[in-house]
């Protein structure tokens, strides 16, 4: 048996036997065979809409003295709390925004907080003794900004669909979910996800290094709604770091959600270590749910989700018959179409709302179906993405060959 101390000094040595999640998997599909001592550790990673997101800042706002403390606050317009320390004549001010906070239908806490590791500046509008004080940031005007989850990374989660005729407005579709049946909407990235592959949470305890939206961070612990069944974690990081291209918003028909990913290094310490790590798509179980009352009345897999589906948009320019406006250009959730209907693939998660919404056939992915009450199910909405998480996989193996990045040493 190794010891998270003896990866770590092959780590610094250069001989660490790293893997992304993605190619071990491949691999397996391939029929290749693994022992512990073949490698030393697997890179895991989730991206996807996580609502239990949200940021702690600390906010310059006015020089000393210009007023007591501040009663409200907006960043772009997105509301804030300030507190819990009123900073009392420090011009000052701490707060807390949530990720599911929203200025309006189209721009959120995730949209703001991909702007400020953008670096772009934010309009700070705070209202103190009956007056309101501006200020223009960016997060380097921020003496500390800290982005937290109060759950995030669900070992797996669950597809929805409407039982009852009619459209149902939630957070799990663009447009409201269409039924009885009619179409169902999933979350997860299958055997990639860090739960996933440790779900005894063995290794992905408190203080276990992550990457958070791409930046150092830790686990903090188990999060809300976490049990042994269906564990998610708990994480924090600095803001400053993060990747704007690995977080960010989605709009909903109930208003903008935010979109945070994690990534975390699964060391190959044993033979049971190993085990929970040859898990596979077609091996984990996706309940089927009516959003009605959220309780599974049946299961399929992420096999049905994520193989032998497209992982990104066809566009069809010839098939254009000049919409105006354009539905899905003002439909899609991540503002991935541009003005001349171009896909901007930096932004699009490939979510599949463009296709339900242009019924010329111009935008066209091929998500997949479930089996639900013996009947097939279309996909028409994914809420994570699998190829930026396999690239965040691909990111922290090559911060662990680099020597950047070690394993937690000790008990948890």
């Not at 989660?157 to 179409?183: K, N, Q």
Request: proline share 7%; charged share 25%.
């Amino acid at each position: 048996m190794k010891t998270p101390g003896e990866i770590n000094q092959k780590i610094r040595d250069g001989t660490a036997v790293v893997i992304p999640a993605d190619e071990f998997k491949r691999r397996l599909r391939d029929g290749e065979e693994f022992t512990a001592d073949d490698l030393d550790i697997v890179t895991c990673a989730t991206f996807g809409v996580m609502s239990g997101t949200y940021a702690v800042l600390s906010i310059p706002v006015a020089p000393p003295g210009t007023f007591r403390r501040a009663e409200s606050c907006n960043l772009n317009g997105v509301p804030a709390f300030p507190g819990p320390c009123p900073n009392e004549r420090l011009g000052l001010i701490d707060c807390i925004v949530y990720g599911t906070a929203h200025r309006d239908g189209r721009y959120g806490g995730g949209h703001l907080f991909a702007d400020l590791a953008a670096g772009r500046e934010i309009l700070c509008e705070a209202v103190a003794d009956g007056q309101t004080h501006e200020a223009t940031i960016t997060l380097d005007d921020c003496p500390a900004a800290r982005l937290h989850t109060t759950r995030s990374a669900f070992r797996n989660y669950t597809a929805f669909l409407a039982e009852e005729a009619g459209v149902t407005p939630t957070i799990f579709s663009v447009t409201g979910l269409h039924g009885p049946c009619r179409e169902i909407s999933v979350s997860g990235c299958g055997e990639v996800n860090p739960v996933e592959n440790d779900p005894s949470l063995r290794f992905l305890g408190p203080g276990t290094p992550i990457l958070l939206n791409g930046a150092d961070g830790i686990i903090l612990g188990e999060g809300t709604r976490s049990t042994p069944q269906r564990p998610n974690l708990a994480c924090s990081a600095d803001m400053k770091g993060m990747d704007p291209l690995m977080m960010g918003g989605f709009t909903t028909s109930e208003g903008p959600e935010c979109l945070t990913s994690v990534a975390a290094a699964v060391p190959v310490l044993d033979d049971a270590s190993l085990q929970a790590l040859l898990i596979r798509d077609g091996d984990i179980q996706l309940p089927i749910a009516g959003i009605e009352e959220r309780k599974p009345r049946g299961s399929a897999d992420y096999a049905a989700v994520w193989q032998g589906t497209d992982r990104a948009v066809r566009h069809h320019p010839d098939r254009c018959i000049s919409c105006s406006p354009c539905h899905a250009r003002i439909l899609c959730p991540a503002a991935a179409i541009r003005e001349d209907l171009t896909i901007d693939r930096s932004l699009c998660l490939a979510c599949g709302t463009c296709q339900s919404a242009c019924e010329a056939g111009v935008y066209r992915i091929h998500l997949g179906s479930l089996t639900y009450n013996e009947r097939e199910i279309p996909i028409t909405l994914r809420q994570s993405e699998r190829t930026r998480a396999e690239r965040l996989c691909r990111r922290l193996a090559g911060r662990i060959q680099e020597g950047t990045f070690l394993l937690k040493e000790g008990g948890r």
